[in-house]
């Protein structure tokens, strides 16, 4: 968002023709939306590509950081739709990736959502029985804490910041996102 905000663009196009859901690019699949989106806030069009998708805004971090900064309220600020409404062409069933899936603890008091994270945010682990020992997680971690060890692959937790990139890019999805409680996937 900061960056965003220091480049103010005059513009903002997204293309949403097609998206991808779930746990892309590896793990997610592509679905049509059938959508451009173009606004002079990129705010505006972040609130409207998530409404497009059936994601409640509370739970998209940069969508959370305008509205506290006092840069875009989703709740307040107007936002003009031209064309067809969000509503007729709203996906309801669009699956949140799985490393989302605990950004409710954005809406939290910080010691509140320090704590909810601890049990709630997934952490990748490795299915070894699935790692082939390509090395692609080790190439993208940007923290160096995805590596092989031996022909498997092996996440250092006190290095891992929880990107989610070796998930993502793991062509025989061998790294699978798992949090402390049993019941939240």
Known sequence: ????????????????????????????????????????????????????????????????????????????????????????RKIKDFLMPGSQSAMFSNILPDWAGKIVGQFFTPKPVVDESKCIGCGACARICPAQAAQLIGRKAAIDRSRCIKCYCCHEVCPPKAIILKSKLKFWK
């Open 1 to 88: 968002m900061d960056i965003c905000e220091t480049a103010s663009p005059d513009l903002t196009i997204m293309d949403a023709v097609v998206g991808m859901e779930g746990d892309g690019p590896s793990g997610g699949h592509t679905r049509k939306i059938g959508a451009l989106l173009v606004s002079q806030n990129p705010h505006a069009l972040d609130y409207v590509a998530t409404s497009l998708i059936g994601f409640d805004h509370k739970l998209i971090p940069t969508l959370v950081a305008a509205r506290g900064k006092g840069i875009f309220d989703f709740e307040k600020d107007c936002v003009e739709v031209i064309g067809e409404s969000i509503e007729i």
